[in-house]
């Protein structure tokens, strides 16, 4: 009924950029927050960023002054500016949205991932 699909990532320089985009598609009344979160291997899935519907935004440490969150309700996207990467953001980041589909409940969900690899 819901399906968010994410796309940008790659492999990147120590420095670089990636701009990171899901979008959700469905039943869907309507979305409240939306956020990403990253699994590097060997740990265990953390928050990276949220926004709201109204578009407040929260940012785990490890992000604060080099992501910046964002999305366009009117495409049912949200986005993830990623500059002055790291090595240690290198994770398969996961877009995941709270969304409210006609005639249902409001849940989570989550997207497939994308590989973002920062290395020289």
């Known amino acids: 009924q819901v399906q968010l699909v994410e796309s940008g990532g790659g492999l990147v320089q120590p420095g670089g950029s990636l701009r990171l985009s899901c979008a959700a598609s469905g039943n869907i009344f309507s979305i409240n927050t939306m956020g990403w979160y990253r699994q590097a291997p060997g740990k265990e899935r953390e928050f990276v960023a949220s926004?709201?519907?109204?578009?407040?935004?929260n940012y785990a440490d490890s992000g604060k002054g080099r992501f910046t969150i964002s999305r366009d309700n009117a495409k049912n996207t949200v986005y993830l500016e990623m500059n002055r990467l790291k090595p240690e953001d290198t994770a398969v980041y996961y877009c995941?949205?709270?969304?409210?589909?006609?005639?249902?409940?409001?849940?989570?969900?989550w997207g497939q991932g994308t590989q973002v690899t920062v290395s020289s």
């Open positions: 995941k949205a709270n969304i409210l589909i006609y005639e249902g409940p409001n849940r989570a969900y």
């Open positions: 926004i709201s519907s109204k578009g407040s935004t």
